[in-house]
């Protein structure tokens, strides 16, 4: 009876960590757990992939934690695996949302903000134009798919109990904040060099016809010239992002890969 029951408690000790894992990805990755999403059913789809995973580790040996202290650092290292990937997808959507917000505030329709539930705040309307258009374009290109795959590339080099913390996961972070500030800025720069140029004319105007009301004018000029500049570039916005969510998830999952390694 002892060891049939020390057996149903690896067994239960492996399905947790599996479970803290993924549940680090789930929760932090737009794709799958945004903020909008009701807790109930994040937690039921990391319990089913869980569920799914567990039973390919049940011949894993896990070192028992012993007290609960060992436990804790053993569920924080599986823990900031799947943080580390979730963290890196919303990263790469932020860049996004900044350069809606760019166009905004440079187009006057700051105003027009919603409420947002993954910041708990007023997002323009553009930014979150902007995050639909990044995650459907994500899910085109399998970033969800190439995200799961690179989480169970983890249990191939750190089966469960055996996460690592290194510092290239830190170094993969911030080069992929790098990569969403520059991709933002690449997004937004045909609207903001549009909206300058018309603001230029729309300034030289107010100086030849000095009766014309140019914040009356210029704020319907403005909003004309952002949304036909938008429309235009959009496209361009969805490939370059596909190029830079291809090479970001690589890099993430090679640094955590090489930790295994």
């Not at 350069?99 to 187009?107: D, F, K, R």
């Not at 009301?213 to 235009?232: P, Q």
């Amino acid at each position: 009876m002892q060891p049939l029951l020390q057996l149903y408690l690896d067994q239960f000790l492996v399905f947790v960590l599996v479970l803290t894992r993924i549940s680090g990805l789930v929760m932090t990755a737009p794709v799958f757990g945004p903020r909008s999403v009701p807790m109930q059913v994040r937690g039921l789809l990391a319990v089913s992939l869980s569920l799914i995973i567990t039973p390919l580790h049940w011949g894993t040996y896990v070192q028992q934690p012993g007290n609960l202290l060992n436990l804790l650092v053993m569920i924080g290292r599986e823990a900031v695996i799947g943080l580390a990937l979730g963290l890196g997808v919303m990263i790469l959507f932020t860049g996004l949302q900044l350069a809606g917000q760019i166009m905004g505030q440079m187009s006057g329709m700051s105003l027009a903000d919603i409420f947002d539930p993954s910041f708990d705040s007023s997002v323009p309307i553009f930014a979150q134009l902007m995050d639909l258009v990044t995650l459907a374009v994500f899910v085109a290109i399998g970033g969800h798919r190439q995200v799961m795959s690179a989480l169970l590339d983890t249990f191939q080099v750190m089966p469960p109990g055996s996460a690592e913390f290194s510092p290239t996961i830190v170094n993969a972070l911030v080069d992929v904040t790098t990569q969403s500030f520059m991709l933002g800025i690449r997004a937004a720069a045909p609207v903001m060099v549009a909206l300058l140029l018309s603001v230029l004319v729309m300034g030289l105007i107010s100086r030849t016809l000095p009766q014309l009301n140019v914040f009356a004018v210029g704020f319907s000029v403005n909003t004309m010239v952002m949304l036909a500049t938008l429309s235009i570039s959009l496209g361009a916005v969805a490939w370059i992002f596909q190029d830079q969510a291809e090479m970001s998830i690589e890099a993430l999952r090679a640094a955590i890969v090489d930790i295994g390694e």
